[in-house]
């Protein structure tokens, strides 16, 4: 939960994995946080659209998609040696890969004009 929670404010710590992680263990061992993090204002509803549909939401997905790019800049300006930058444009395009190819929860969709799926 606390790594799920530094993930909201430091780029490139992942929030929704820790939550998802959190969620489960909470639902084994402790119905009164998994209640309490289900229905929380900030991480309730991405658990949700995780949960309801494997989606993630367009924000989460601009977010994602900025740190990525910032992180590569970072590297690029920094110099580091060519087979780190290769790796990361590996890691970096199969994640973002992933994550661009997730459906938006409904919505976002409804945001958009689209009916649901």
């Not at 084994?28 to 229905?39: E, F, K, M, P």
Request: hydrophobic share 55%.
């Amino acid at each position: 939960m606390g790594a799920g929670t530094v993930g909201v404010v430091v780029p490139l710590m992942p929030t929704t994995v820790f939550l998802i992680l959190a969620a489960f263990c909470f639902s084994r061992g402790s119905d009164r946080l998994h209640d309490w993090l289900v229905n929380h204002r900030t991480f309730g509803p991405m658990l949700s659209d995780w949960r309801n549909h494997h989606a993630i939401s367009r924000r989460g997905k601009v977010l994602a998609g900025i740190a990525m790019i910032t992180v590569l800049a970072i590297s690029v300006v920094l110099e580091v040696p060519p087979w780190v930058l290769a790796l990361q444009v590996v890691i970096l395009a199969a994640v973002a890969a992933f994550l661009f190819t997730r459906p938006l929860p409904p919505r976002d969709l409804v945001r958009q004009g689209k009916p649901r799926q």
